[in-house]
Each structure stands twice: as C-alpha cells, then as structure tokens.
C-alpha cells in the first residue's frame, strides 16, 4: 500500500528546459505551497539530476521519473531503484510512454521498490496493459494514452472510457492498487472528470511545466478535487 495520500497530483517534470536545475526546484517549492496551503497531497517528480537535492528541500514527496532493473554494482549510467532511495525519492514511475520497459523489468521493479519502501506508479497505455499490470501489484496505475501526452487534450475528457475501463479492471484484479490518469490534463475541470471516472489522482507535465505561473495552474488543479 502506497504511503501517499490520495486524491493526489503528480508533476512529472520530464526534461523540459523550464524544469532543470534552479527553475526544477521553484516547481517543487510551488507544489509544496499547494499542499501546504489546500491540504491536497501533491508529488514531484524533479529531472533525475536533481533529484537529490532537489528531495532534501521540499517536504513533499519527490519520485524518480524512471528506475532500471539492472543490480547494484557494475550498471555504468543506469538508475537504479536502491540509487533512488538514497538520493531522498520517496518512489518512481515506472514504464513511462517516453521510457518503455519490458513487463519482467516491471515486475522486478516493482517488487524492488516496494522492499526498499518506493511507491511504485506503473504508467500504462490502454486497458488491457492496465490489467496486466494491475497482476504485478504495484502501489498505482497512471493510465496515459501516448496520443494525448503534451496535446492539452485532457485524457478524462477526450478518451473518458479508457479511464473507466481501466479502473474497472483493475481494481477487478487487485483493489489495493490506486488507479491515476494522465495525458492532456491542465485545469481543475479535467482533474474533476478524472475522480468522477475513479481515478484517484493525475499525473500531468506541460500544463504546470509550461504554464506562466506554475502556482497558478497548479491551484487550478486542485480546485477539481
Ligand atoms: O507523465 C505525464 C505525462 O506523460 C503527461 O504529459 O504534458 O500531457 O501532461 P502532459
């Protein structure tokens, strides 16, 4: 089970040039001001140099945006799950559309993860991966069809059935696991029909990354809780 609280927004950061470095940390700062402020539990998920000092920082939680299954020791350049946690990550995704993995990495890492105390986000592109994944046991699902991702087009909107469908399934399958949508989400009202389909949560980018006031589009979000 997931030590985070739900309903709750997770910003991936991904590598846009308006989140590495010093502008990562003014948006981890900003998403601690939201919860601070609202009470509605947020995550950052800082571009995987800063994580580090970017987790020692801000009292939310900080995820790694990816993880790799290779062990510790001889893996030049790979990120590994035990690398995560000392760095300060509270957990990961894992199998993000833009860093595909293969269903044995993902269950290794999910097992891993959840020994070392990580929540574990598996991200999912249709219902059935959904299903699959749900039998691997992670923390949570963030359905995100690759189509919609940086569009604007919010997923709960434009695709509302892959969301009800896969929160179906899953929790058919294992209830503990937490169900998240993503793709296109930027403003409460999308957050609003996200939770009305049963997702618990989203997980959005460009909406925040990008916006003029980060603060602003994230307060935004959490008007639709
Ligand atoms: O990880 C979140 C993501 O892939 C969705 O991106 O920019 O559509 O919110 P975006």
Redesign the pocket.
């Known amino acids: 089970m997931s030590g985070v609280a739900t309903p709750v927004i997770?910003l991936?950061t991904?590598a846009y040039q308006e989140s590495m470095g010093e502008k990562g940390l003014a948006l981890a700062k900003a998403c601690e001001e939201v919860t601070k402020e609202t009470g509605v539990s947020t995550v950052i998920?800082p571009q995987q140099f800063d994580l580090a000092w970017i987790a020692h920082q801000v009292s939310i939680p900080c995820f790694a945006q990816h993880v790799d299954a290779k062990d510790v020791g001889s893996a030049t350049g790979w990120a590994l799950p035990e690398s995560a946690k000392a760095a300060g990550a509270a957990g990961s995704?894992i199998n993000?559309?833009?860093h595909r993995l293969t269903m044995a990495d993902i269950d290794t890492l999910v097992t891993r993860c959840r020994a070392l105390g990580l929540t574990s986000v598996v991200?999912t592109n249709n219902i059935q991966v959904s299903a699959a994944a749900a039998s691997l046991n992670p923390d949570m699902i963030?359905i995100?069809p690759?189509e919609?991702?940086?569009?604007?087009i919010p997923v709960s909107r434009a695709d509302p059935d892959i969301v009800r469908g896969s929160v179906e399934q899953v929790s058919a399958i294992n209830r503990n696991v937490v169900v998240l949508c993503?793709?296109?989400?930027?403003t409460g009202e999308d957050v609003r029909a996200a939770i009305e389909l049963g997702a618990k949560g989203v997980?959005?980018?460009?909406?925040?990354?990008?916006a003029d006031s980060p603060k602003a589009a994230l307060l935004d979000l959490v008007s639709g809780i």
């Not at 997980?203 to 990008?210: D, E, H, I």
């Open positions: 997770i991936n991904k998920c995704l993000h559309s833009e991200c963030a995100e690759p919609l991702i940086g569009t604007g993503g793709a296109g989400i930027s997980l959005l980018a460009s909406g925040v990354v990008k």
